[in-house]
T-cell receptor
Framework: DAKTTQPTSMDCAEGRAANLPCNHS???????VYWYRQIHSQGPQYIIH???NNETNEMASLIITEDRKSSTLILPHATLRDTAVYYC???????????FGQGTTLQVKP | GAGVSQSPSNKVTEKGKDVELRCDPI?????LYWYRQSLGQGLEFLIY????????KSGLPSDRFSAERTGGSVSTLTIQRTQQEDSAVYLC???????????????FGPGTRLTVL
């Protein structure tokens, strides 16, 4: 399973795009990159995942570099409710188990 | 539809007692995972079920921990002779059958907060 590295914390102004980086230089060819977030006192919430191509859904966009060694999660218009810990996870396990790191604490400020 | 549910939401127990934590996955989800989150620690994987079998128990911290799943649905995590270091939030997640081809989203329950006095 790929080890991921994320900044410990980030701030973002409300209404602006939040760009959360993740390094996963040890990722292998068949490993997906997953993003989850955890809002205080709640269970983690799935955001998005991708393999090679950039992905977009109603919550966010995921940009994966061509060499797949890093990715960026983009929340296009951050709101106060997006304040959470964001986890970038790479997993090639045959079981799908998620190996969480410490994540990035995103603070959206008014 | 209903999401993943867990019970109890909170459990306070005395050191040395046994506890049972329950997880009701989303109907139709064959994969079920248990994780725990200790204060100041990240989320750590405990055990994975595919149907009623547990092909990956690698995260269980000791033989005091066990889990079972019946009918391909409800799962119970049992901790025997609880210790203070077992205090944590225990989270359950379920998903459609996992496949490397495509990846799959896990849906998490709200967790059970266990406090061992």
């Amino acid at each position: 399973d790929a080890k991921t590295t994320q900044p410990t914390s980030m701030d973002c102004a409300e209404g602006r795009a939040a760009n959360l980086p993740c390094n996963h230089s040890t990722i292998s060819g068949n490993e997906y990159v997953y993003w989850y977030r955890q809002i205080h006192s709640q269970g983690p919430q799935y955001i998005i995942h991708g393999l090679k191509n950039n992905e977009t859904n109603e919550m966010a966009s995921l940009i994966i570099t061509e060499d797949r060694k890093s990715s960026t999660l983009i929340l296009p218009h951050a709101t106060l409710r997006d304040t959470a810990v964001y986890y970038c996870i790479g997993s090639s396990s045959n079981t799908g188990k998620l190996i969480f790191g410490q994540g990035t604490t995103l603070q959206v400020k008014p | 539809g209903a999401g993943v549910s867990q019970s109890p939401s909170n459990k306070v127990t005395e050191k040395g007692k046994d506890v049972e934590l329950r997880c009701d996955p989303i109907s139709g989800h064959t994969a079920l995972y248990w994780y725990r989150q200790s204060l100041g620690q990240g989320l750590e994987f405990l055990i994975y079920f595919q149907g009623n079998s547990a092909p990956d128990k690698s995260g269980l911290p000791s033989d005091r921990f066990s889990a079972e799943r019946t009918g391909g649905s409800v799962s119970t995590l049992t901790i025997q002779r609880t210790q203070q270091e077992d205090s944590a939030v225990y989270l359950c997640a379920s998903s459609l059958s996992y496949s490397l081809a495509g990846g799959v989203e896990q849906f998490f329950g709200p967790g059970t907060r266990l406090t061992v006095l």
